[in-house]
């Protein structure tokens, strides 16, 4: 690629920013597993490179790939999204506040409920699609960090990015965003006002259920995206070289992956929606959907993820579950077979997701097969 003006960051993602090695001239970026670099005559490190935890060549294409995609000035990778997440929390201060929604990822909820409670961290937990909570909750001077999970885990509640930052920025916050569900191909945090961006890149930057990672990406550097770095290599929250590699890799389909699955799942929800079988469809694809409006104006497509409540309770989604032949009942999501999970029964007796839900991750198999399988396990 000779040149990258105006090219979009799919095609940045596809040729990996047009790296060329410049030795061998493979258009594959190698592993680098050393751990440590040598030091010049003079004792000095000309190179730029010290030490592999807090620096490594094979972050440097996924790093890159990462901010162009989010249209970021810097992106970090981290060992999983729960590393990446945490990290954002661990870079402020006991005794500061922080905003984050009721309805979100639980690993990360009951981390910020136990842990970064206990820390010292005060956390304030708000109904996120209601913008006039989230208003009434930052604190002018305190609040440090307010958190948004848009489309949200497991329910596909939306909140209003553009308007929640500018009133977070007015009272001295900073803005992050968990983007893992919607990804840059359907939505832009940090164009709309997001300071920052977090993944989990285990699921969809991946892709194929192989790699375990997380990223955050600043929309400016310095300030919090220095500090986040700091914490990032002397923490020692980094990926290793070969799961680095294998991301940069999968980010090269990103975008044909991520469009394919989105159009099967506005088909499959508008499927689940119509069968008498289904109480009701969280997808932000759907007119009936309370965020529909926000999503058409914040997002470019409602992605690959829903989730729906079957009649008969928490025995008869089992049971639906169970009867499934194509869809495999597993935690995560984002990889190129569907799953399907009971969240519930995962969350805990705490969590407020309805018993009767079974949430989706939609892969790239034949829409008419999957939807022949639900069909059949819905029909009992």
Sequence with gaps: ???????????????????????????????????????????????????????NPTFDQAEATLAALEIGAKAL????????????FLALAPGDHVVVPK??????RSWLASFATHWGLSVEFVDADQTDAIAKAVRPGATRLVWL????NPMLNLSDIETIAELAHGRGATVCVDNTFATPVWQKPLEL???LVMHSSTKYFGGHSDVMGGAVIARDRGGLSDQLRDYQSTAGNVPSPFDCWLLRRSLTTLSCRVRAQ????ERLAHFLQRHRGVERVFYPGLESHPGHALARKQMSGFGAMLSFCVRGGRDEAFAVAARLKLFTRATSLGGVESLIEHRKSIEGPQSVTPESLLRVSVGLESVEDLMEDLEGALSG
């Excluded at 309805?103 to 990360?108: A, E, G, I, N, P």
């Excluded at 999970?149 to 949200?152: A, D, G, I």
């Excluded at 989105?262 to 799942?265: E, I, L, N």
């Design 1 to 55: 690629m000779t040149s990258k003006k105006n090219v979009t960051a799919a095609s940045l993602a596809a040729q990996a920013m047009g790296w060329i090695d410049p030795v061998t001239k493979a258009v594959v970026p190698p592993i680098h597993m050393a751990s440590t670099y040598e030091r010049d005559e003079d004792n000095g490190y000309r190179s730029g490179r010290i030490y592999a935890r807090a620096d």
């Design 193 to 195: 006002g997001a300071d």
């Design 77 to 88: 990778v981290f060992s999983s999204g729960m590393s990446a997440a945490t990290a954002c």
């Design 103 to 108: 309805v979100m990822y639980w690993s990360l």
């Design 262 to 265: 989105t159009q099967t799942a």
């Design 149 to 152: 999970e848009t489309p949200s």
